[in-house]
C-alpha cells in the first residue's frame, strides 16, 4: 500500500472515532469511585504514616519487614542510598538500626559480595512506610501459626 492511503485512512479516524465512541461513558467503580474520561476529580488525602510503632509481625517467611519510621525526601536511587547511612553493616551498631539482612549480600549465583547486591539495593522495592488507611478490600488472612494453633485446638477435642 502507498503513503497516499494511509493518509487517507489517517485522515478518517477522527471521525470514526467521535462517531463510533462515547469518550463520557461512565467507568466502572472498583477500588475507587469511577468517573468519565472528561471528569476531573480532586487529588485524594495524603494518609498519615504509622510510625515508631511495635515492629509488625511477619506472616510468612522471608517477608519484608516493614518500615517503622518516615522516609518523606529519602534520596533510594542509583548514587545514593539514603537507608544504608543507618542500616550498612558499618553503622547499625553505632545508629541502632536493624542491620541489612545477610540475604542482601548475596548475588543471582548466592555468592557472598562485600556490599549490598545490586538486586537488592533499591529498598523500596520490598520494604514499605506504613500509613493509616481504611482496607480497600476485606482480608481474612491467617498466619500459619494461627491455623497451627485452631488445628490442635479442634484435634485436642
Known amino acids: ?4 492511503f494511509f493518509a ?28 468519565t474520561l472528561s471528569q476531573e476529580f480532586p487529588a485524594p488525602i495524603i494518609p498519615r504514616e504509622l510510625s515508631q510503632g511495635p ?43 536493624p542491620m541489612v539482612s545477610v540475604t542482601h549480600f548475596w548475588d543471582r549465583d548466592n555468592q557472598a559480595l562485600a556490599a549490598v547486591s545490586p538486586r537488592r539495593y533499591f529498598c523500596l522495592q520490598c520494604h514499605v512506610v506504613q500509613h493509616d488507611v481504611p482496607r480497600a478490600v476485606g482480608n481474612d488472612f491467617q498466619s500459619i501459626d494461627t491455623v497451627l494453633q485452631k488445628s490442635a485446638t479442634e484435634n485436642a477435642e
Open 8 to 35: 487517507l485512512l489517517l485522515s478518517m479516524l477522527p471521525l470514526a472515532i467521535s462517531a463510533n465512541e462515547n469518550l463520557d461513558a461512565p467507568a466502572p467503580d472498583g477500588v475507587r469511585p469511577g468517573g
Open 55 to 97: 515492629r509488625s509481625p511477619r506472616n510468612y517467611p522471608e517477608q519484608p519487614p516493614t518500615i517503622p519510621h518516615s522516609i518523606r525526601d529519602y534520596q533510594v536511587d542509583k548514587n545514593f542510598n539514603q537507608c544504608l547511612s543507618c542500616h550498612s553493616r558499618g553503622r547499625s551498631p553505632e545508629t541502632g538500626a
Open 1 to 4: 500500500m502507498n503513503k497516499w
